[in-house]
């Protein structure tokens, strides 16, 4: 399968996932899960960054368009896009998976817990920028970290089901011809 067709259905199925199923589930007031940005997480490491914010824009303002909401979801969206290649650069050696795999998966970044320190501190920081656009206040500090860190493990739990599920089978790629 091309690149393109299974970035483009990973895309519609995780919007339709995120619409129809997990905005329509109420766990408390502190927990809001999140699994839409996962795309963003998931695109190939050689795109370009410019690129990527492009494609991260799209996303966010697509769920801001079935949430009616004004723009937080893509604000929120477009700042992981920034920061990704900076975590990657941090957990993963110079010379290290993004030369020797497609895409970010746990096989690529050598383990579970890299992996799972890329997708949290990624998530932990979408969905801070967002409840704290949500709330556009600091006004209740303990009920913004409550929210964060709950829906932020709750995300990560979902992540773990959805790599589960949808296994990335990721080819080690040689420099030789």
């Known amino acids: ?27 408390h007031q502190f ?9 963003i997480l998931w695109l190939p490491f050689n795109i370009k960054r410019s690129l990527l914010l492009i494609i991260s824009f799209m996303l966010g303002y697509t769920l801001d368009s079935f949430q009616h909401s004004p723009g937080f979801h893509t604000a929120a969206c477009v700042l992981i896009a920034y920061f990704r290649p900076f975590v990657i650069n941090l957990l993963i050696p110079q010379e290290g998976a993004e030369t020797n795999y497609e895409e970010p998966s746990i096989k690529s970044f050598g383990g579970f817990l890299p992996y799972f320190m890329y997708t949290g501190i990624l998530m932990l920081l979408h969905n801070a920028w967002l409840f ?5 206040q600091f006004a ?9 860190i709950l829906s932020t493990l709750v995300s990560l739990l979902l992540l773990l089901i959805l790599e589960l599920i949808f296994y990335r089978k990721q080819k080690f790629r040689t420099n030789t011809i």
């Open 1 to 27: 399968m091309g690149i393109f067709i299974k970035n483009s259905f990973r895309f519609f199925l995780l919007i339709i996932i995120q619409v129809f199923v997990l905005n329509r589930i109420t766990l």
């Open 31 to 39: 927990i809001t899960p999140y699994i839409y940005f996962v795309f």
């Open 140 to 148: 209740n500090p303990t009920y913004f970290l409550f929210k964060t």
């Open 132 to 136: 704290l656009l949500e709330a556009w």
